[in-house]
């Protein structure tokens, strides 16, 4: 019954989310709530495919980012996005542990789930309203990509319990890097392989993917940062080249159709809205942390570098989902914060890529014309 429930859910969402303009995966997240209140729980079977959606989720948003824009505003880019990561990490990790009292380990786990920058929100709202294609549009998806190369690399290195196997991972994630951005074009552009109803350039991005959570997992680590950074050397080929473009869209297509929908199923069904109302008033205290901290961060520097969108892209970068919804629920099956933690940053995540995106939207859309740095 549940895979029923389940696809029908997935699909009601598509149409929800296509209706009132809001990312399908906090649609999907809200449903997954639904569930977890109703005393459902995921199957094992929806756990791998939840696990194996974050990576592909996390891949594809590196290969949005536009190189040559981020190599050309480096330092726009870095000082506003690096502030958005580490105002909302500090504050996010010292209101764990010295307001709420958390452990250390559960303190830093917030710190990095709070510290994220919402991709897909991001992503989704920019293709919508068509600003992906402006100034503004670019550097805000650079800057973002800075904000979660740091909570990657944050939960990758403050969470990885280090062993010989840790280490052969790091060299096998080099080497599969390597190999795929000198030689994955041989497959990816064959044309004896291309537009074959088989889909082997798909099936050649998936086995690269699962290759990283192999080693990953034999290392004792997360795979993200490694896939992070494989997206954006990649995202070069997909850019330039037709048949690329194709491809990525086709991987796009298999995962938001499969494997994220039960991403953000699996990860509200976890959600206790029990334990939230519970604690109302530390569900208040973060989710203020999580926004104000973001906002104040990005400000100052949004003001000097886009003086006419400032609070347009303070207010979109005060998001935040998937990369803090990876950090939460690795914690939580790591055994790093209670299910009440868990659901605790689920909310404040979920209410966080909602609220600052209205604001901004509504009142503080940039005109064509101011988008330029």
Same mark, same amino acid.
């Given at each position: 019954?549940?895979?029923?429930?389940?696809?029908?859910?997935?699909?009601?969402?598509?149409?929800?989310?296509?209706?009132?303009?809001?990312?399908?995966?906090?649609?999907?997240?809200?449903?997954?709530?639904?569930?977890?209140?109703?005393?459902?729980?995921?199957?094992?079977?929806?756990?791998?495919?939840?696990?194996?959606?974050?990576?592909?989720?996390?891949?594809?948003?590196?290969?949005?980012i536009d190189v040559k824009l981020l190599k050309e505003q480096f330092k726009q880019s870095f000082l506003i996005g690096f502030s958005s990561f580490i105002?909302?990490?500090?504050?996010?990790?010292?209101?764990?542990?010295?307001?709420?009292?958390?452990?250390?380990?559960?303190s830093l786990v917030t710190g990095t789930a709070i510290s994220c920058t919402s991709l897909a929100v991001i992503y989704a709202v920019l293709v919508e309203?068509?600003?992906?294609?402006?100034?503004?549009?670019?550097?805000?998806?650079?800057?973002?990509?800075?904000?979660?190369?740091?909570?990657?690399?944050?939960?990758?290195?403050?969470? /990885? #319990?280090?062993?010989?196997?840790?280490?052969?991972?790091? !060299?096998? *994630? &080099?080497? @599969?890097? +390597?190999?795929?951005?000198?030689?994955?074009?041989?497959?990816?552009?064959?044309?004896?392989?291309?537009?074959?109803?088989?889909?082997?350039?798909?099936?050649?991005?998936?086995?690269?993917?699962?290759?990283?959570?192999?080693?990953?997992?034999?290392?004792?680590?997360?795979?993200?940062?490694?896939?992070?950074?494989?997206?954006?050397?990649?995202?070069?080929?997909?850019?330039?080249?037709?048949? /690329? #473009?194709?491809?990525?869209?086709?991987?796009?297509?298999? !995962?938001? *159709? &499969?494997? @994220?929908? +039960?991403?953000?199923?699996?990860?509200?069904?976890?959600?206790?809205?029990?334990?939230?109302?519970?604690?109302?008033?530390?569900?208040?205290?973060?989710?203020?942390?999580?926004?104000?901290?973001?906002?104040?961060?990005?400000?100052?520097?949004?003001?000097?570098?886009?003086?006419?969108?400032?609070?347009?892209?303070?207010?979109?970068?005060?998001?935040?989902?998937?990369?803090?919804?990876?950090?939460?629920?690795?914690?939580?099956?790591?055994?790093?914060?209670?299910?009440?933690?868990?659901?605790?940053? +689920?909310?404040?995540?979920?209410?966080?890529?909602?609220?600052?995106?209205?604001?901004?939207?509504?009142?503080?859309?940039?005109?064509?014309?101011?988008?330029?740095?």
């Open positions: 019954m549940l895979p029923l429930i389940v696809g029908l859910l997935v699909f009601i969402s598509s149409l929800i989310s296509i209706r009132i303009g809001i990312a399908v995966v906090i649609i999907e997240l809200l449903f997954g709530i639904i569930l977890g209140s109703l005393g459902l729980r995921p199957e094992e079977w929806m756990l791998y495919l939840a696990n194996f959606g974050g990576i592909i989720l996390t891949f594809l948003a590196g290969t949005e105002a909302p990490f500090l504050t996010g990790f010292s209101a764990a542990y010295f307001i709420a009292k958390w452990g250390f380990w559960a309203t068509g600003m992906n294609k402006t100034e503004t549009g670019k550097l805000l998806m650079s800057a973002t990509f800075i904000t979660n190369l740091f909570t990657a690399l944050a939960l990758s290195v403050l969470f /990885t #319990k280090f062993n010989i196997y840790t280490f052969i991972f790091l !060299a096998a *994630a &080099v080497l @599969i890097i +390597i190999i795929v951005d000198k030689y994955s074009l041989y497959i990816l552009r064959h044309p004896a392989l291309f537009n074959k109803v088989v889909e082997p350039e798909i099936k050649f991005l998936l086995f690269i993917l699962l290759a990283f959570i192999y080693f990953a997992k034999l290392g004792n680590s997360q795979a993200i940062l490694p896939v992070f950074i494989l997206g954006l050397l990649m995202s070069r080929h997909f850019k330039e080249q037709r048949k /690329t #473009k194709i491809i990525r869209n086709r991987l796009k297509t298999v !995962a938001y *159709a &499969v494997f @994220i929908p +039960i991403f953000g199923i699996v990860a509200g069904m976890k959600v206790s809205l029990f334990y939230i109302y519970s604690s109302l008033p530390l569900f208040t205290l973060f989710f203020f942390v999580k926004v104000l901290s973001k906002f104040s961060g990005v400000y100052f520097f949004a003001k000097k570098y886009i003086p006419e969108g400032h609070m347009y892209v303070s207010l979109l970068m005060s998001t935040g989902l998937t990369f803090g919804l990876i950090a939460a629920l690795f914690g939580f099956n790591e055994g790093l914060i209670s299910q009440s933690q868990y659901s605790l940053l +689920i909310g404040v995540m979920t209410l966080s890529s909602i609220i600052p995106t209205f604001f901004a939207q509504k009142w503080f859309m940039p005109a064509e014309e101011e988008n330029i740095l």
